[in-house]
């Protein structure tokens, strides 16, 4: 891959039209970032703690809040450091490390996104067999399962963008390396590439909303059919802060890859929103709107605070 190109490095020029703005822009991330990662952190931690909390539901739960960790540091770094006007340079295997862990990990969470409506879609439609349907060695499987397809779109995306040869300009218009903005500087047609990306990361979300909409079909139908208001009120509980974080999560994606006109800005604002604001949004979502989540969080401040005083 390599011997194809003559470049060592490319340089991130940042978010576009944001000139001026490092400064405020380093403030706001700076606060973000650590507060998405302790927020993460303690829902973990509440999850762990609890025994109460050792279901399949808080097992996904503790997974997604391990990606949403995981997934802001493989831009956020570098982004802060790029406002803080150090390098902009990245290596060339960075960018292509960085391009891969990006697709790598959001196409996990995709597919554990659509893991937890199934478990929903268990749960609600079919209680009585839940424990055995969703026992611990299928629950493993199905995680198994995400991070493989996971790591097979992240191949396959890094694989075709950078056999390309990269000869000539190596300023990326984008604050990470990613295929919309590394492509145009190869020095060959990228549209075929272009358009397995395309197809590639279109399919794969096509496929995974086609699963939780026909999961969540199946569940609406269960819980218009329960008679008290209580119990679908219930019901909807257990399902509402997942289907926010799914809006979150795949609104981006459509917005980002798949429409016809780039606009650098839109694209820019979009992933920052996707990349560093949502998964700080999912934790507050999770644990606000979950009282087993809200009650072990509880738990643990109160054993800290007791420990300090001590």
């Known amino acids: 891959m390599r011997n194809h190109t003559e470049l060592n490095e490319f340089i991130l020029l940042g978010i576009p039209q944001t000139e001026g703005l490092e400064t405020v822009l380093l403030v706001i991330f700076s606060f973000i970032y650590p507060l998405t990662l302790l927020g993460n952190l303690l829902i973990l931690l509440a999850i762990v703690s609890s025994s109460t909390l050792h279901t399949p539901m808080y097992f996904f739960l503790g997974l997604l ?91 396959i995306l890094t694989s075709f963008t950078f ?39 279109g399919f794969l979300a096509l496929m995974l909303w086609l699963s939780i909409c026909a999961s969540y079909t199946c569940i609406g139908i269960a819980i218009l059919r329960i008679h008290s208001a209580e119990g679908r009120q219930k019901a909807f509980s257990t399902c509402s802060a997942h289907l926010i974080a799914i809006l979150c999560a795949f609104g981006p994606v459509i917005i980002v890859y798949l429409h016809c006109a780039p606009n650098p800005l839109l694209d820019a604002t979009v992933q920052l929103l996707n990349n560093t604001v949502s998964p700080m949004l999912n934790s507050l979502i999770y644990s606000l709107r979950n009282k087993e989540v809200k009650s072990s969080l509880k738990r643990i401040c109160h054993n800290v605070v007791f420990t300090v005083l001590q």
Request: proline share 6%; charged share 10%.
């Open 163 to 201: 056999q390309l040869p990269y000869c000539g300009p190596n300023q990326v218009d984008h604050f990470f390396c990613d295929i919309p903005a590394v492509l145009p500087l190869a020095c060959a047609d990228s549209s075929s590439v272009q358009g397995v990306a395309s197809t590639s990361i």
């Open 65 to 155: 809040s391990i990606m949403d960790m995981l997934f802001p540091s493989v831009l956020c770094p570098k982004m802060l450091v790029c406002f803080s006007g150090q390098s902009r340079a990245i290596s060339y295997k960075g960018c292509a490390v960085q391009l891969f862990f990006y697709h790598f990990l959001g196409s996990a969470e995709g597919c554990l996104y659509s893991v937890m409506a199934y478990d929903r879609f268990v749960a609600i439609c079919h209680p009585l067999r839940y424990k055995l349907i969703m026992r611990p060695g299928v629950c493993v499987g199905l995680v198994v399962a995400a991070w493989l397809v996971g790591c097979l779109q992240a191949t």
